[in-house]
């Protein structure tokens, strides 16, 4: 099979042409490999280019050098990686073809080969296997481009061995499984239950890795469901999830919101019931800082439904928090969201927040202790939102004896 398509072609930079020239000119063959093949089969541009080679590391240092060729990111050469910079514009990251020798479950140690075949062969799906020379010559030895066409997602050989390699590739094949299939049910029953009898081997996997993986999975094709399709399967608490996941909250989430771009985590959170458990999720994924407090917030502001000035409280807790305005607001835009109040959403989203009247300039002079004043300055701004942010400076300092006494403890003298 030959590919001669516009995508194909676009890849051929005038990088792309001096990389080509120089393993030509030294007899080594170069392949565009893995997901950039699966893409252009598919129609699609793909955003980064892999390639494999016989030559060995060495061997292409030694030419690109010989070239005045650049090489960067000198990390990947323990893997067999070598990262050309070409016209300081372009990289391109080349891996020597490898087998694997041994494999524990989450890394393994190679060895190179000048066998194309062997190399596919420890890929993880037939639609990754497959490589493509730049005469556009398609090497396919696993039938790969026929589960393409059926949009079929299928492990090289056995699927037990395949995910026994790398326990990841659980996660993977539920990825690229909302990639290329058209249907959200159309799984092979026989994966399916290699996967959820192997399920246990991702505990030995490390938080940053699943998340990464998971956070793909959910906000790519069909990915809800496919979530709750994990979760049936019992993956669930090898992700940082409760025991019984809540999949009635889940999919409750996924009707009330169909048509609506929402952030991975709030996924997540809809299938913990507490603070706690929200704790446990984030101590094996090790989200971000924003993600992170994205799903403490959701877990404690979620279903508050207040129909009198309904963005009174979302408004307060923008005016109050100790994080980044825009965080908050993002936040409350998404626990809106999620409870299905769109237009309020929209609402928080455009909100322009007023400024207090008052500054700690002239508050200074009211408030005897700066230890005193974050409570005076949140009980003022709490004041003035209730009352439609009308009071202005005169009447919001009348207020802080009052706050003083009923809200600050008086500050202990020193003893001299």
């Known amino acids: 099979m030959k590919l001669d398509s516009k995508e194909f072609k676009a890849v051929f930079t005038p990088e792309l042409e001096t990389l080509a020239n120089i393993f030509r000119k030294n ?33 292409m240092k030694e030419m690109l050098n010989n070239e005045g060729i650049r090489m960067i990111n000198p990390k990947g050469e323990a893997h067999g990686t070598i990262t050309a910079r070409i016209n300081d514009s372009q990289n391109f990251e080349i891996t020597t073809l490898r087998i694997d020798i041994e494999t524990d479950g989450r890394h393994a140690k190679v060895q190179f080969t000048k066998d194309w075949r062997l190399d596919a062969n420890r890929r993880d799906l037939t639609i990754n296997s497959m490589f493509l020379d730049l005469d556009g010559t398609v090497y396919d030895y696993f039938h790969g481009y026929d589960d393409l066409v059926k949009r079929r997602v299928v492990f090289v050989g056995h699927a037990e061995d395949r995910i026994r390699e790398d326990y990841l590739r659980i996660l993977r094949f539920f990825r690229f499984f909302g990639r290329i299939s058209t249907d959200p049910n159309n799984y092979d029953s026989e994966t399916i239950n290699v996967i959820k009898a192997n399920a246990s081997g991702l505990d030995r996997i490390a938080g940053e890795r699943i998340w990464s993986e998971l956070r793909l999975i959910l906000s790519g094709n069909h990915g809800p469901l496919i979530f709750d399709k994990m979760l049936s399967i019992g993956l669930g608490p090898h992700l940082g999830l409760p025991e019984e996941p809540n999949r009635k909250e889940l999919l409750s989430l996924i009707e009330r919101t169909r048509g609506t771009v929402l952030n991975p985590v709030t996924y997540l959170s809809a299938c913990i019931n507490d603070l706690k458990e929200a704790l446990t999720l984030n101590a094996r994924l090790k989200m971000s800082t924003f993600e992170r407090e994205l799903a403490y917030f959701i877990v404690e502001h979620r279903a508050e439904n207040c129909d009198i000035k309904p963005l009174l409280r979302f408004q307060k807790l923008m005016l109050n928090t100790k ?28 909100w322009e927040m007023p400024r207090l009247p008052v500054t700690g300039s002239d508050l200074k002079f009211h408030v005897p202790n700066a230890r005193q004043m974050s409570v005076v300055v949140s009980e003022l701004k709490n004041y003035w939102a209730d009352n439609d942010y009308k009071p202005e400076a005169e009447e919001l300092l009348a207020l802080v004896p009052k706050i003083l006494e009923e809200n600050v403890q008086p500050v202990p003298k020193k003893k001299k």
């Open 323 to 350: 994080f980044k305005v825009s965080d908050v607001r993002q936040w409350c835009v998404e626990v809106l969201l999620y409870d299905g109040r769109s237009e309020l959403a929209e609402e928080i989203k455009q």
């Open 27 to 59: 007899n080594y063959e170069i392949r565009i490999a893995g997901g950039a093949v699966r893409d252009l089969l598919m129609g699609k541009q793909p955003k980064d280019l892999d390639f494999a080679t016989v030559a060995t590391p060495d061997e």
